[in-house]
């Protein structure tokens, strides 16, 4: 069962039994009223025509000791016409409660005489000839006689009213009803509005629709669970993005790599299955060799770098203050003894936060790159500043330059501008990749620049540390 209709049905409920109760007390209070005025009425008739009775007796002429049955018919009779409209319903018994005179009409049982006390008077609702009578008795005290005075009142008219009463209210809350599930269908309706925007918007997520927001309709607690809402769907989507993309790069990396392994494997079974289903002269026997040992010595390369990598990721870096000296000291004694390149290095003096052999690695694969993209004799300067965000590392070159839409690409594993020209090289295309991780790991980011044919700046910045420290070492 819907929600709103759940709240529609206890509203229905709860309305219903208010009015139903509301109502019946309030006709029968109405009815209870009526009844007690009737009864006094009753009572007081009775009283009136008790005195009357008393008063008509003292009248008749004294002939006996004891009022006789006949004067007691004689004065009934007359009290029964004196009144107004129809005529009384009155019934008069004598000591043994044996009935003396009794009006058209008054014949109901004497059950009431059985509780009249001397004095009080004694009543009852009745219901006779389809009519609701009050019955009233009292002791009357005639010339030495104690007789009994009954009398009937008819009270239908306050029975009907009752019942009258209860129909309208019936037929009124009928309409109050219908008048109420309506609003109350659309005040449901309202009120659930935002959870049936919430269930469409997790049915549509659940079939994949990341993007999809529930509409928010209310600033209350219902709106405030559609924005919480809200922001998780947006984290998910963007989890679900991130790993995605994820997938996507590894599925890529897969396929390059076995892409990669594929031109140097194909080389080696080639030359090898040469070399043993003919005899090869010794020039091309050794030819065949030189490729398997070269193609061989690519794969070594390829799957060290991949090593890396890996144990990169894994091991992340072990941060320590190191003097930028000590590094560019590294990178002099590896390069300089290569004679054919022009190298300029120039750095502040300073101390960086960093992992001393990681940041080696990066420095010398942009070393490397730098190199194998210049022209022979070509220059390649290598600098460090300190500036005011950290200190920068840049290797820049004036070689052969990368194209504008392959620099957001040359980061990806195996990625290469020219294939054959970096495998010459023996490049593997994994060296920027392992530099990103690197960097990544000194939470900052390479930034390359670079122009077809003018050449290449790679850059990095690092945090610096203890700027003092360093000033006071190099004084001291
Ligand atoms: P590896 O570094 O694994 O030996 P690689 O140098 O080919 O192989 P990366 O260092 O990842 O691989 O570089 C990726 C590609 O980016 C290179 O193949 C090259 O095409 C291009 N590249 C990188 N640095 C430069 C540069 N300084 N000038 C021009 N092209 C560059
Ligand atoms: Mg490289």
Known sequence: MKFSHKLLLWTTIIIALTLGFSGYYFVNYVFETSLEREVGQALDENSILRFAFETAA????????????????????????????????????DEQKQTIYASDGFDTDDELLGSVQENQYSYRVIWSNEHYYIQTGSSVNALGR???????????????????????????????????????YFIASQLTRPIRNLVRA????????????????????????????????????????????EVQAREDFVGAFAHELKTPLTSIIGYADMLRSRKLDEEKSLLSANYIYTEGKRLETMSLRLLDIIVTKKEGAKLQKVPVASL??????????????????????GYVLADPSLI??????????????????????????????????????????????ELSKITQAFYMVDKSRSRSRNGAGLGLALCTEIIALHESRLEIESTLGEGTSVGFLLPEAGKEAAYEEIHS
Request: glycine letters at 8%; proline letters at 2%.
């Open 58 to 93: 003292l009248n008749v002429p004294v002939k006996y000791d004891l009022l006789q049955d006949s004067s007691v018919e004689q004065i009934a009779s007359n009290l029964e016409t004196s009144g107004q409209g129809s005529g009384r319903l009155l019934r008069i018994s």
């Open 146 to 184: 104690t007789l009994y005075l009954e009398t009937m009142r008819d009270v239908s008219q306050v029975f009907e009213e009752r019942e009258t009463g209860f129909m309208v209210y019936r037929r009124l809350m009928i309409l109050m009803l219908i008048l109420g599930i309506a609003i109350m």
């Open 202 to 245: 997790t049915k549509r997520m659940t079939f994949g629709e990341y993007s999809y927001r529930a509409k928010q309709v209310s600033n209350d607690e219902l709106g405030r669970l559609t924005q919480d809402f809200n922001h998780m769907s947006e984290a998910l989507e963007q989890t679900i993005e991130r790993l995605e993309d």
């Open 328 to 349: 560019f000291e590294y990178l002099r004694s590896m390069f300089l003894p290569n004679g054919n390149m022009e190298f300029v290095f120039e750095y502040d003096e």
């Open 360 to 405: 080696q690695t990066v420095l010398v694969n942009l070393l490397d790159n730098a190199c194998k993209a210049s022209e022979e004799g070509g220059r390649i300067e290598i600098s460090g500043y300190s500036e005011e965000e950290g200190y920068r590392f840049t290797v820049r070159d004036y070689g052969i330059g990368i194209p504008e839409e």
